[in-house]
């Protein structure tokens, strides 16, 4: 029987949900595993080797790298948490889920999101006044305030996030246990209550513009100011250094919220077909945590020449 098969049932507090991947796609799932495994090992490898390059490299101990090495520990610990659980299911077929697991892993896949959106407008705001107040760019990014910056942040998304699982706590009666997904997200499990659940509708909304619209909104400010500033420099050659320190971080920008909007608004308002949502919505989850060392990596000279030494240091070792 499939496991979407319809039923008149409704269940009281279950224990266990069921995921069944991405549906419409159940009899390739295990072919699709293997492009998403890649995925993960590149993501994994990139940012732990950029983590260690950042971590031993003195001259990139400054506040855009220090925010880089955060944002590679939230890609590493967003793909652990979507990561064993999605090829469970695509390899193992390992469908079945504790209530609690799922709600933890929602927690940390919807913190961790917030956790990425929030150290890219710390970013954009390191490159603000690197470029349109220099002079104080040492003394107002001070180790103290990179601290500060990080904990605001972390401390923002958990209790905005924690309300989420406490929420769903709150229901008891459910029409089905199947989720249509491959991992626990916020308003899959809502959408399979049979009680009032506009307070968590609402309140996802909230959180959802209070952190990535909030933030998107001031990233894109930070950008405005700086392209302003940067097309008042006399020299074309300072014109393109200024934009050239920027556009790492506007690639990032644009490939995380890009497609962290078209999930948002396809899961509540669009119209296309679940496995097109399900299956852009993972890529969406797993692919920038690939992407983003490869893209610092290229446009970074210290961390390119670090990659070459180790690669050259693994290659003179087999000889």
């Known amino acids: 029987m499939s496991l979407m098969g319809s039923t008149n049932m409704s269940y009281l507090n279950p224990k266990t949900v069921i995921l069944i ?37 003195h001259s990139l101990h400054q506040p855009m790298y220090i925010f880089l090495a955060v944002l590679a520990a939230t890609d590493l610990g967003l793909c652990a948490a979507i990561a064993p659980k999605m090829l469970a299911i695509f390899w193992f077929g390992s469908h079945s889920m504790a209530f609690e697991a799922c709600l933890t892993q929602l927690f940390f896949i919807h913190a961790l999101q917030g956790m990425e959106s929030g150290i890219l407008l710390a970013m954009a705001f390191d490159r603000y006044i690197a470029i349109c107040d220099p002079l104080r760019h040492a003394s107002i990014f001070t180790p103290l305030f990179l601290v500060q910056i990080v904990l605001m942040v972390a401390f923002r998304t958990t209790v905005l996030v924690g309300i989420l699982p406490i929420l769903l706590k709150r229901l008891h009666i459910f029409q089905s246990v199947v989720i249509a997904h491959a991992y626990c997200e916020h308003m899959a499990v809502v959408k399979l209550a049979v009680e009032d659940v506009h307070i968590n509708k609402s309140y996802g909304l909230f959180v959802a513009f209070a952190i990535l619209g909030f933030d998107l909104i001031f990233v894109f400010i930070s950008y405005i100011l700086i392209f302003r500033a940067v097309s008042h420099l006399p020299q074309k050659e300072a ?75 693994e290659h003179d070792s087999w000889w």
């Open 239 to 313: 014109r393109f250094k200024a934009f050239n320190t920027c556009s790492s971080h506007i690639v990032i920008f644009l490939e995380f919220y890009i497609l962290a909007f078209f999930s948002f608004f396809s899961h509540r308002f669009g119209h296309v077909s679940p496995y097109t949502h399900i299956f852009l919505s993972t890529i969406y989850l797993l692919v920038p945590p690939a992407l983003n060392p490869i893209v610092y990596g290229v446009k970074t000279t210290e961390i390119r020449r670090r990659v070459s030494q180790i690669c050259i240091m």
């Open 21 to 57: 991947g991405i549906p419409g796609l159940e009899h390739v799932q295990f072919w699709i595993g293997f492009p998403f495994f890649s995925v993960c090992l590149v993501a994994l490898l990139g940012n732990v080797i950029l983590i260690i390059i950042i971590a031993t490299e």
